[in-house]
């Protein structure tokens, strides 16, 4: 019998190894593998195919966690979590020994994507396991806040990640460059046993269990069947919001160093910023998640976000340290955390138990894969084309936020869905009836 404590431990730290592993390689395209493993191209064009890399482990995201979730539906949710964590893990202490151009020539950027690519395949289902044993594991009156909690240590391993690659980066400039950058890679390696440790010690969730004589050989064909238009929702709904996502926590750290000709240490300090304060934001959004739905919950996200994509590029642009950190912080902690953590319960919620985890992946990671993967590179070319100035991201991010806010609109309230029951019961936009599908 899974415990509440446990299981709780298990999630979040596995999360925590995740946001680590995908921000540090975040953190190293925006600041190091261009000059590492890109170094005969020209800045520009070294930056731009460093970010390339970052997109090509998104793609990979969905084929992974199409795989991954196939066997979460067929064999169970935990032994998929402990699988995808070995696989990012090892993916990630690759990336820490691997030599660069100069050693080894052109086959240091072939490496590097082909790490960057297991990376992403077992990231594809990370996530999506987690708060499926979370939510699967706890009572329903509460699901929301359980949903959202491995989100806590989501944002903890990105400010985890941040603060060890700022440390290092502190040394001397050629020994960060010939060493230093691959510590914090390394370490990975620690917490990759603790995460192993946490996951092997929980049992199978109460939901998945009691569908074992409703479970169907092809989970995602059942998926498209029965409830192609909540997967089509799920999927409009995710990808403005990983692409604003990718935008604020990936492009944001290049523009603020490399157009504004700010020191990294701003933007990593705005990253640990904001993830300290998301972290302090998730329960609080959790909670509200409970108590008035999860639609009203991603609805204020998405507003605020229109009503700060203009302040925010103002705040970014006087290149004052201090607002470049609130804008960032303000940002992530009020209008992507109320986003995330409302989808994490309302993705869970559309979907039945038999094909839950092929459902949620498959909205989560091909949109992801789509809008989010190539977001650093579009702003990039935006901004470009615009001769540096900042209005484009403006733009970017309100078109986005009002496109996930539009999909969230043509989505069940799915507050009251019964999990264990093979039923999702919800509360359909504008109805204050109950409906199964």
């Excluded at 944002?155 to 400039?173: D, H, N, Q, W, Y």
């Excluded at 504004?260 to 609080?284: E, M, R, S």
């Excluded at 949620?360 to 084309?385: C, D, H, I, K, W």
């Amino acid at each position: 019998m899974n415990t509440g404590p446990r299981v709780v431990t298990a999630t979040v730290v596995g999360t925590v190894i995740e946001s680590y592993d995908l921000a540090l390689f975040g953190l190293g395209a925006a600041l190091v593998f261009g000059e590492q493993f890109f170094p005969e191209a020209r800045p520009g064009t070294a930056m731009l195919a460093s970010l390339a890399t970052f997109a090509v482990g998104l793609l990979a995201r969905p084929i992974g966690g199409i795989v991954m979730s196939h066997l979460g539906d067929r064999l169970g949710r935990v032994p998929v979590l402990v699988l995808t964590l070995v696989l990012m893990g090892t993916a990630t202490v690759g990336i820490g020994v691997l030599p660069g151009y100069e050693t080894i020539g052109a086959a240091a950027p072939v490496l590097l994507v082909l790490l960057r690519l297991a990376q992403g395949f077992g990231a594809g289902a990370e996530f999506v396991g987690a708060i499926l044993v979370a939510a699967e594991s706890g009572p329903p009156e509460r699901r929301g806040m359980r949903a959202a909690l491995p989100s806590i240590g989501y944002f903890a391993g990105i400010v985890l990640a941040t603060v060890a690659f700022a440390g290092f980066a502190t040394l001397p400039p050629d020994q960060f460059a010939a060493w230093g950058w691959r510590i914090p890679f390394l370490l990975s390696a620690l917490t990759l046993a603790v995460g192993l440790y946490t996951r092997l010690r929980i049992s199978e969730t109460e939901a998945f269990q009691a569908s074992s004589g409703r479970r169907v050989r092809l989970p995602l064909w059942s998926l498209v069947r029965h409830q192609p238009r909540r997967l089509l929702v799920a999927f409009a709904a995710n990808g403005p919001f990983v692409a604003v996502y990718y935008l604020v926590s990936v492009f944001l750290l290049h523009y603020v160093s490399r157009t504004l000709g700010l020191p990294p240490a701003v933007g990593l300090t705005a990253n640990v910023v904001a993830g300290t304060a998301a972290v302090l934001a998730v329960p609080v959004f959790g909670r509200l998640a409970d108590l008035v739905g999860r639609r009203p919950v991603w609805f204020f996200g998405c507003l605020f976000l229109i009503a700060f994509a203009g302040p925010m590029i103002v705040l970014l642009d006087t290149g004052r340290p201090l607002l470049v950190v609130l804008a960032v912080t303000m940002a992530t902690a009020g209008g992507l955390v109320a986003m995330g953590v409302a989808q994490a319960s309302l993705f869970i919620e559309m979907f039945e138990t038999r094909y839950r985890f092929s459902g949620v992946v498959v909205a989560r990671e091909t949109s992801a894969a789509l809008f989010g993967g190539p977001m650093p590179l579009v702003a990039a070319v935006l901004v470009q084309a615009a001769g540096g100035a900042s209005w484009p991201l403006a733009v970017l991010i309100v078109v986005l936020a009002a496109a996930s806010l539009v999909a969230v609109l043509f989505a069940p309230e799915t507050r009251a869905a019964d999990l264990v029951g093979q039923t999702v019961a919800s509360r359909r936009p504008g109805s204050g009836t109950r409906s199964s599908t």
